[in-house]
């Protein structure tokens, strides 16, 4: 008495729970935004947004005059930039590498320099200008700059070795990979065919381990390295989908239901010229079959039903699944002088599945 | 009957319960003893971890929230995960300039005071690194719900509308804002730059200086930071100093050679700024295995999308056979961690723990091998696999892959 008490408490927490949440009884509201703002902040000088804006548009904008050869280029990039990336610019331990990976983009563990992989020289000129050295950040001149990024296109075969780089030539460069991007096409590509309703039951048959984790312990607790996984996929269990001894229960499942109802709209099918079932149905030159499970026979309105029917009805038999299952089987044997042309359905599944369908209409 | 699997149904008397212990008779700490209070000592080996070998530095570098540890939704500041390209810097609230600057009708400058004049707004919001799984896309690697899946963390930003921002230095001037951008840049040396489109700045990205109540820590920047909420990590830049209206993507570093996803052929996505639905099982899982005997065991874990609200998650125990729908625990904002719950009992038999989310628009989670069908093995970035925990009949949980 106790626990039906607390459930109803329970319930009735959460209905008046529900009732809030539906009447969107949240107080909270958007931060206004008058039209013409609140006067705050001060208007940016011409020298602060130049020593801020200095980022560079694929297009060129946003670069400053200057210039600088392969020669001058090879120098530099030897002074603040080996260390990490290279004599060649062919990457030291972790640090990334620069240079080459020319056709490994389709490759497993594509190597992606600005030769292989950058669609845009400006992305270069901005991150070198910017971001590097990698310690040392803005403290290379405009014609270091220009220098160091000849010195990359040279290392990566895309200028020969008497280039310079300038402002005036920045835009004639062709970047290998310039057309090897296309804008994220995921809705399109994806999310049409993974907008679907997920498998709840007999999604597989069996499933196995096929791999397992490459490391066992990825930060050991005592320090030092990570430790490797020495246990095999084989050496997993296998799951398989339905247990001998589960086997009939299974078949009771609600979701293995929705799966011999779709079935049976299939077998359907061969009905559906005479008869309708669902919302809206009408009779045809059959009776309409919306509620037919347990209905007593010969009793649809407004349909003409055959003697043999109207004897049923007088009877007071019902269409129990057993009298369904005798009937679908062979029409004819079953209901002598009915009207119904259909041959009968051979396969016992069959029967099964559709009589599942129909019931699926009861509701 | 509960009593039988828990730890109190030790043979006689608990002598925890019988014998007067220690600290119900001597006095604790002192509320002056701890101004700003850390975990218990106890809880000490709930923290960030890096994986050294992952990267050349860890100046710049990742490290992982240890979600296995953590229930609810909300990431406590001080084991949020950490991404810097150049270091967590200090920057005094009072060094701290923001330009507007661009195709604006008035380019400006803001101190910090001038931020928090703006009316501001409070969302919980999930911020995931687009890497977060990554190393997962070859197959099972670590072992760890921590390393597999904490580049990530939830909290609940304050901060002024970025549309309110745009608006005071006047978007007139930019004409037809369809195919206009912002870009946003850090003060620190990466000066890490991501271009926006203008549909989404106007939208719901937010100017933020205070997470779950209090100021940014320096690891999140420290005084301000941009929150896009739903989109990769990477484009939330930190001591956001300057917003520049633009005509077209800028291009930078970080939207090209990075954080953009190659595919099986060679070519690449870019733009690729939304994070899909994902969850994981966070306990049990390698680094929460079931401590506890047969009879009443928890499933939980994290779900969340950057499309929306999370709508349903279902959670398999026969590596994705059949599947059973959790319950959701209270939910935050649209795009902001969810909490599920399986209430479920063990017997000691092998599981192998999946689990699957669904959001809004319909969109569930995918497996490794349709990821792998449509994208190959090389993307890096963007993998919201469902992820497999084997449990053994010891509750040792392990990451594995599955058929």
């Not at chain 1, 991150?127 to 290392?155: E, K, W």
């Not at chain 1, 397992?212 to 030092?224: C, H, I, K, M, Q």
């Not at chain 1, 086997?247 to 009771?252: D, K, L, Q, V």
């Amino acid at each position: 008495a106790r626990a039906a008490a607390l459930e109803a408490k329970v319930s009735e927490i959460q209905a008046a729970a529900a009732e809030r949440g539906a009447g969107g009884l949240s107080l909270t509201a958007p931060a206004p935004q008058p039209g013409d703002g609140y006067g705050l902040g001060r208007s940016a000088l011409a020298e602060e947004i130049a020593a801020w804006d200095v980022d560079v548009l694929p297009d060129g904008r946003g670069l400053p005059e200057g210039r600088g050869d392969v020669f001058t280029g090879e120098e530099k990039f030897a002074e603040a930039c080996a260390s990490c990336h290279g004599d060649f610019a062919e990457g030291v331990g972790n640090w990334p590498v620069l240079a080459g990976g020319f056709d490994t983009l389709a490759r497993k563990d594509p190597v992606k320099t600005v030769g292989s992989y950058w669609p845009y020289l400006s992305t270069v000129w901005d991150y070198v200008h910017r971001s590097m050295p990698f310690g040392q950040a803005q403290t290379l001149s405009d014609d270091d700059v220009y220098a160091i990024v000849a010195y990359i296109l040279y290392s990566n075969d895309l200028v020969d070795e008497d280039f310079e780089l300038s402002h005036e030539n920045f835009a004639d460069v062709e970047m290998y990979n310039a057309d090897g991007f296309v804008v994220d096409d995921r809705p399109e590509r994806e999310y049409t065919g993974w907008r679907v309703d997920p498998c709840m039951e007999n999604c597989k048959e069996t499933v196995s381990i096929t791999m397992r984790s490459t490391f066992l312990d990825v930060t050991p607790e005592d320090g030092g390295e990570s430790v490797m996984n020495d246990a095999s996929a084989g050496s997993g269990p296998v799951f398989t989908a339905v247990p001998a001894q589960d086997a009939e229960a299974g078949t009771e499942a609600p979701a293995s239901d929705d799966a011999l109802i779709g079935d049976g709209e299939r077998v359907f099918r061969k009905c559906r010229s005479c008869h309708q079932i669902g919302e809206g149905a009408k009779n045809r030159s059959g009776p309409l079959l919306t509620g037919v499970t347990g209905r007593t026979f010969g009793t649809v309105d407004g349909f003409k039903y055959s003697d043999a029917f109207e004897e049923a009805a007088t009877e007071g038999r019902n269409w129990t699944e057993e009298e369904m299952a005798a009937f679908l089987e062979n029409p004819k044997e079953h209901m002598p002088g009915t009207r119904m042309s259909f041959a009968g359905l051979k396969d016992d599944a069959d029967i099964a599945a559709v009589i599942a369908y129909l019931k699926s209409f009861d509701g | 009957a509960g009593g039988l699997a828990g730890a109190a149904g030790a043979n006689g008397a608990d002598p925890l319960i019988t014998e007067t212990q220690d600290w119900a008779i001597y006095t604790g700490a002192g509320v002056d003893e701890t101004p700003y209070g850390l975990p218990i000592r106890f809880e000490e080996d709930v923290v960030r971890r890096n994986v050294e070998w992952l990267t050349a530095s860890p100046i710049s570098s990742i490290n992982f929230t240890p979600i296995h540890a953590l229930d609810g939704t909300i990431t406590p500041q001080g084991c949020a995960f950490e991404r810097h390209h150049s270091g967590a810097i200090e920057l005094r609230k009072e060094d701290y300039r923001l330009m507007i600057n661009g195709l604006v009708a008035t380019p400006l400058v803001f101190d910090y005071t001038d931020i928090e004049r703006f009316p501001r707004e409070n969302h919980v919001y999930f911020c995931e690194c687009a890497a977060n799984t990554g190393m997962e896309w070859a197959g099972a690697q670590l072992n760890g719900v921590q390393f597999t899946h904490g580049m990530i963390h939830n909290m609940e930003y304050t901060g002024v509308p970025l549309r309110t921002l745009l608006n005071e230095a006047g978007l007139g001037a930019a004409g037809d804002l369809a195919d206009k951008w912002v870009y946003v840049e850090g003060a620190d040396a990466s000066s890490n730059g991501r271009s926006i489109p203008m549909e989404k700045a106007l939208d719901d990205v937010l100017v933020a200086f205070k997470a779950n109540g209090e100021a940014l820590r320096m690891e999140h920047g420290y005084p301000v930071r941009l929150v896009v909420p739903g989109w990769e990590g990477n484009m939330w830049v930190k001591w956001l100093r300057r917003i520049e209206v633009t005509d077209m993507a800028v291009g930078s570093r970080e939207e090209t050679s990075k954080y953009t996803d190659v595919y099986e052929d060679g070519t690449a996505r870019k733009w690729t700024w939304v994070m899909d639905a994902k969850s994981v099982i966070t306990s049990p899982s390698p680094q929460s295995p079931v401590r506890h005997g047969h009879g009443p065991m928890v499933i939980s874990g994290l779900a969340w999308s950057g499309h929306g609200q999370i709508t349903r998650v279902d959670v398999s125990r026969d590596g994705g056979m059949s599947w059973e729908t959790a319950r959701l625990g209270k939910q935050g904002d649209s795009k902001a961690l969810t909490r599920f719950y399986l209430d479920t009992t063990w017997s000691g038999e092998e599981m192998l723990l999946q689990s699957r989310a669904m959001d809004e628009t319909g969109y569930v989670q995918p497996t490794k091998t349709q990821l792998r069908e449509q994208r190959g093995e090389n993307s890096v970035y963007h993998n919201n696999c469902i992820q497999t925990w084997y449990v053994n009949a010891e509750g040792v949980a392990e990451n594995v892959e599955v058929s």
